[in-house]
C-alpha cells in the first residue's frame, strides 16, 4: 500500500543527545514536510522540501536539522540546541504542484529522558 | 489576530446528530481549504479539500467556505462514535506556496 512511514512511534532522548526521525513515503511525492504538534497549539511548520537535495525552513526551525538525498525520504535530526523537544512529530508529503492537499504519516512521539 | 481561529471545544452531541465545525481566517488570499480529521495518537487523515468559494459534499461530510466572510465550515449528518476525533481546519496560498497554516482543532465526541 502507498503511504507515509515515521519511524520509531516513540522516541526518547537524553540530555545533550541528538536524535533522528525516520520518515519515508512510497507515493511518488516531490515535496515532503516536518510539523510538529503540542498540546492546545496547531501544527507548527519545522522544514519542508519540495525537491532533492533542496529544503528551506519553516516558522520554527531553529534546533533541528534536515536532509533530502532521496526522493523518498525526509529525515528530521532535533539537536541538542533544541531545547523543548517533547512534541508529537508529523511527517507529510504532496504532490508538489497545483497546491496538491498533504497527506500525513502516524507521527513520532518524542520525549525526554 | 492569529491567521487562523478555531474554536477547541470540546464538543459533545449524541449518536445521529448533526455536526457543525467552524474555522475563520484574516489572510484573504487563502484560496484552498482543508479539514482533516485526527484521532488520538495518530497523524491527521485528509475528509475534505476545496478551492475557493462554495461547498463540496463527501457522504456523511459537508464542507463550506464562505470567502467574503472569511468562514469556513465542515458539517457532519448523522454523526457515530466513530466520528469522535480531534478536527483541524488549514489552508493555503493560491501560486504555488505550499505553507499550510493550521487551526489549533476541535476535539468532538459523539456518544452512543
Known amino acids: 500500500d502507498g503511504g507515509i512511514t515515521q519511524s520509531p512511534k516513540y522516541l526518547f532522548r537524553k540530555e545533550g543527545q541528538n536524535v533522528t526521525l525516520s520518515c519515508e513515503q512510497n507515493?511518488?511525492?516531490?515535496?515532503m514536510y516536518w510539523y510538529r504538534q503540542d498540546p492546545g497549539q496547531g501544527l507548527r511548520l519545522i522544514y519542508y522540501?519540495?525537491?532533492?537535495?533542496?529544503?528551506q525552513k519553516g516558522d520554527i526551525a531553529e534546533g533541528y536539522s534536515v536532509s533530502r538525498e532521496k526522493k523518498e525520504s525526509f529525515p528530521l535530526t532535533v539537536t541538542s540546541a533544541q531545547k523543548n523537544p517533547t512534541a508529537f512529530y508529523l511527517c507529510?508529503?504532496?504532490?508538489?504542484?497545483?497546491?496538491?492537499?498533504?497527506?500525513f504519516g502516524d507521527g513520532t512521539r518524542l520525549s525526554i529522558l | 489576530q492569529k491567521e487562523v481561529e478555531q474554536d477547541p471545544g470540546p464538543l459533545s452531541v449524541p449518536e445521529g446528530a448533526i455536526v457543525s465545525l467552524n474555522c475563520t481566517y484574516s489572510?484573504?488570499?487563502?484560496?484552498?481549504f482543508m479539514w482533516y480529521r485526527q484521532y488520538s495518537r495518530k497523524g491527521p487523515e485528509l475528509l475534505m479539500y476545496?478551492?475557493?468559494?462554495g461547498n463540496k459534499e463527501d457522504g456523511r461530510f459537508t464542507a463550506q467556505v464562505d470567502k467574503s466572510s472569511k468562514y469556513i465550515s465542515l458539517f457532519i449528518r448523522d454523526s457515530q462514535p466513530s466520528d469522535s476525533a480531534t478536527y483541524l481546519c488549514a489552508m493555503n496560498l493560491e501560486g504555488g506556496s505550499e505553507k499550510l497554516v493550521f487551526g489549533k482543532g476541535t476535539k468532538l465526541t459523539v456518544n452512543p
Open positions: 522540501s519540495q525537491i532533492v537535495n533542496d529544503f
Open positions: 489572510n484573504s488570499a487563502f484560496q484552498y
Open positions: 507529510a508529503s504532496s504532490g508538489g504542484a497545483n497546491n496538491q492537499p498533504q497527506h
Open positions: 507515493l511518488n511525492h516531490d515535496a
Open positions: 476545496t478551492y475557493s468559494s
